[in-house]
């Protein structure tokens, strides 16, 4: 869906929808002001949940990129 793409580019991977969950919340509050066609609002409104959930995604990535150059070099 749009806000499903427009959810996975800002947080810059793609996102798990099917739990009960943030990325889910915000896909439901995406929908709610796409359909008031208030999308500029949604975006001022939730940028800092938004931020948010890119750095645990950037910080989840380097986590796993440090654990794997780890295994390379034991």
């Known amino acids: ?10 947080v810059g991977t793609e996102l798990d929808y099917t739990a009960e ?7 439901l509050d ?3 002001y796409a359909r ?3 999308l ?3 975006e001022r409104n939730y940028a800092t ?3 948010s959930l890119r750095c645990y995604y950037e910080g989840v990535a380097a ?5 794997g150059s780890e295994e390379t070099t034991a």
């Not at 869906?1 to 800002?10: H, V």
């Not at 986590?63 to 654990?67: V, Y």
């Open 1 to 10: 869906s749009r806000g499903m793409a427009y959810l996975d580019k800002r």
């Open 63 to 67: 986590l796993k990129e440090a654990e």
């Open 40 to 42: 500029d609002e949604f």
């Open 49 to 51: 949940e938004i931020n």
């Open 36 to 38: 008031e066609k208030a």
């Open 30 to 32: 995406y929908s709610m």
């Open 21 to 27: 969950d943030i990325p889910r919340g915000l896909l």
